[in-house]
């Protein structure tokens, strides 16, 4: 069993900036591939950004690189989620999630064995 907490989220103005952090438990953090999603209101959750178990490897959605930045800490049992030049298009309850199968690159949502309960990030025009 894997618990993931998420931090970090709030309201900001367009153009601002927010850092997403993740706690997970477990003793073999280190073997987790590591993601986070997004749900906006009316909407489906969809894939943000993924980061390997080694922190080497990364993956994001064409609407958020460049601006999103997906790390890890393994020490600290934390994966982060950097948001700059943020849009009202970004506002969204963010989720991280755990993928232990590694069956696919990127993850999808079917692929992601534990979900975190979310933190919301409002972005103002």
């Known amino acids: 069993q894997v618990q993931l907490v998420e931090s970090g989220g709030g309201s900001v103005q367009a153009g601002g900036s927010l850092r997403l952090s993740c706690a997970a438990s477990?003793?073999?953090?280190?073997?987790?591939?590591l993601a986070w999603f997004r749900q906006a209101p009316g909407k489906e959750r969809e894939f943000v950004a993924v980061?390997?178990?080694?922190?080497?490897?990364?993956y994001y959605s064409d609407s958020v690189k460049g601006r999103f930045t997906i790390s890890r800490d393994n020490a600290k049992n934390t994966v982060y989620l950097q948001m700059n030049s943020l849009k009202p298009e970004d506002t969204a309850t963010y989720y991280c999630?755990?993928?232990?199968?590694?069956?696919?690159?990127?993850?999808?949502?079917?692929?992601?064995?534990?979900w975190g309960k979310g933190t919301l990030v409002t972005v103002s025009p």
């Open positions: 999630a755990v993928d232990l199968q590694i069956n696919r690159w990127p993850p999808t949502l079917r692929d992601m064995d534990y």
């Open positions: 477990g003793r073999t953090f280190g073997s987790y591939v």
């Open positions: 980061i390997s178990r080694g922190g080497i490897n990364t």
